[in-house]
Each structure stands twice: as C-alpha cells, then as structure tokens.
C-alpha cells in the first residue's frame, strides 16, 4: 500500500492547489498513468549469484501548468508504485516526486526558479548512471536551480545557471553529498542554421556523513555549434576541457556529438561524448558513452524501434555498461498505449566474470494531455 508519508504529501499538494490559493488567467492539466509489469533476470547484474525478480509498478503523474501575463506557474506531483517478487533482491517501493517552478518572460530574455524532489531505488539510479553495484535503498534527491538569460544584442545572448542539488542515501556502500554548481554561457545566431556557443562551467561536491572521501571542485570552459541542416535533421558538436581538483592526471577533454533526424515515418538520433559528473561512490566520475535509437511508424497507430547504449564510467570500480532495447507501441485509443519491450543488459569490470541480463516488459499507459 501507499506509505503514509507519500500518501501526506500527494494529498496536501493537491488540496493547495483547488483550494483557489493561485489564480492564473489559464490552466493546463497533464495526467498519465503507465502500468508496467516486467521481468528481470539478474537486475544486481551478479555474475556469480543471478537471480530473477518480476516486478509490477504503477506511476501515477499529474502536471498542472498556469500562464499569467508574463509568468508561467509549473506543478508536477508524481508516485512511484512498485511491488516486487523478491524483497531480497528488490525493495517494494513508494517513492513520490515534487516539481515547483516559476518563469517569467521578458523582453529580451527571461528567468525563473525550480524545486524538486524526488526518491528512487539505488539499485537502478546507480547502475544506469555510472554502473555502481549496490543494494536496494532509496536515493533521496532535492534540487534548487535558477536561471537568467537576456539578449545583448540582435544575435547575442547571455545565460547563467546555479543548481544546489542534495543527495541522500541509506545504503552504507554509498556516499551522501551536497553540491553547488553554476555555468554562464554565450550564444550567437550566426543565421537560421548556425549558432556557436560557449560555456564555462563550475561545480563544488562536498561529501556528507564522516566518509573518507574529500571535497572537491570541478571546472572548466566548453565552446560548440547547434546546426540545422534541414526542419528534420539537426545537431549539436561541442569540444572543452575539465579539470577536477585533486586529479593528478591533469585535465582532461569534454565533449560530444549529437545528430537526430525526425521523419514523417521514420526517426533517429546519435549521441556520442564524454561528461564528467557526480557519482555515489564518492566525488566525480568521468562517463563516455554512445546512445543510438531508431524507430519506424508501422501504421498510424503502430510504432516499432530499438535503442543502444555504450557507457565507460571511469568511478571506483571501472565499468562498461552495454545495453540492447527493442520495443513496439501500439495505440489503442487516443488516450490508450499498449507496450512491449524486450532489453538486454550487460556489465564488465576487470578482474571479474560478464554479468548480463534479460528484461522482458509489457505496459499500459493512460495519458491526457489536456485533462
């Protein structure tokens, strides 16, 4: 059943908001129910202990969007509902999601505010982010971010951005922390298909609980171009350098490509590059990775695809993750879809055997856009 806690926090948020306390000129309802049950073979990705578990999971979402003037009024309630075969292997789960945000547009740019929050299962958050093997626990996520931009001139457009983010974990293995981050960013329309950029970005970790692990600071400059080759095919290429304090190895370079190309039919995109981010093993921890998908309409309500992924984190335990997902949706209604997929995971680690596994899932997902 629902905990008490997350039942507290969904009812209050929605008593608030019909309790007429924001008015706003218009609202926008969003509501989507999916409903997934999927089996896994080996979701620790244990090599020498696999072990199965089938798990059914409902996640309610509600979105409410008010635009006043010149304001715009964000609302997201969400609750995460799982029930697992085996408590040994995964926890049965209710884990809720708060978003608050608030935007205003000006003349020549704009700002606004962000709260979330939100929890999730280690076992998945860390081995999809940067492949940590873990128990199950719950990773408690709170985040305030700001953003400004403004244009200085008919082409020239200056940004900044500052997150605080909190992360808190009940797995032992794990290290909690704080982190304080802040980029500013200058972008010019060079004309209606080019537009080079350039960032600079700093990021400040400080790790919480009496853990081993030191504080450290992330930082350096990013330059690009967003391109636009046709109204179905566009891309990002983007090169820099990073430095984290306390590295011996120097810096070392950032930087991808993507490439995507929506069709009347047919859809793909690439993704390709390397980042540097916060892991909970403790500190930074730099992931290259290649993601691909594709997918072709069938018919008007049938759509069949594939994604793949490749993913080197460099953390304490270097890994590479490899992952194969073929799926077909099928439209049953205009607010109806049905669900199949069918995804193949592995993992390699020096000095220990592959681990791979085989997830097989059907869902049903109800979804109003304008409820």
Do not use: C
Not at 93 to 108: M, V
């Amino acid at each position: 059943m629902m905990s008490r806690r997350a039942a507290r926090m969904m009812t209050a948020s929605l008593v608030l908001l019909s309790s007429g306390v924001v008015h706003a000129a218009s609202w926008q309802t969003t509501v989507a129910l999916p409903m997934t049950t999927e089996h896994d073979t080996n979701p620790r990705l244990d090599a020498e202990d696999e072990k199965g578990v089938t798990r059914t999971t409902i996640a309610p979402d509600y979105t409410l969007i008010g635009a006043f003037g010149l304001d715009e009024l964000r609302f997201g309630i969400g609750l995460n509902l799982e029930r697992s075969s085996d408590q040994s292997i995964a926890l049965d789960r209710e884990d809720p999601k708060l978003l608050l945000g608030w935007q205003r547009e000006t003349e020549r740019g704009g700002f606004g505010l962000t709260a979330k929050y939100d929890e999730s299962s280690t076992l998945f958050s860390e081995l999809e982010e940067t492949g940590v093997v873990t128990g199950d626990g719950t990773r408690k996520k709170y985040n305030l971010a700001g953003n400004w931009r403004a244009a200085i001139s008919e082409r020239s457009t200056l940004a900044s951005d500052a997150d605080y983010t909190r992360v808190r974990y009940d797995v032992d293995s794990l290290t909690s922390y704080d982190e304080l981050s802040t980029k500013f960013s200058w972008s010019y329309g060079w004309s209606e298909l080019l537009e080079p950029y350039a960032e600079v970005s700093l990021s400040r970790y400080e790790p919480v609980g009496g853990t081993v692990t030191a504080s450290s600071t992330r930082y350096g400059p990013m330059s690009g171009l967003r391109f636009t080759i046709s109204e179905q095919l566009q891309g990002v290429l983007r090169a820099g350098v990073n430095q984290v304090s306390g590295d011996e190895g120097g810096p070392s370079w950032q930087g991808g490509f993507e490439l995507s190309y929506i069709g009347e039919r047919f859809d793909t995109s690439i993704d390709v590059g390397r980042s540097t981010i916060t892991s909970g093993e403790g500190g930074f921890t730099e992931v290259s990775q290649l993601r691909a998908s594709w997918s072709y309409a069938v018919s008007e309500t049938l759509r069949a695809g594939l994604d793949a992924s490749l993913q080197d984190n460099k953390s304490t335990a270097p890994n590479t993750m490899r992952q194969i997902n073929l799926w077909a949706s099928q439209e049953l209604s205009p607010f109806w879809v049905a669900r199949l997929s069918l995804t193949y995971r592995q993992r390699q680690q020096d000095e220990r055997p592959d681990a791979s596994a085989n997830v097989l899932g059907v869902t049903l997902i109800y979804n109003h856009p304008d409820f």
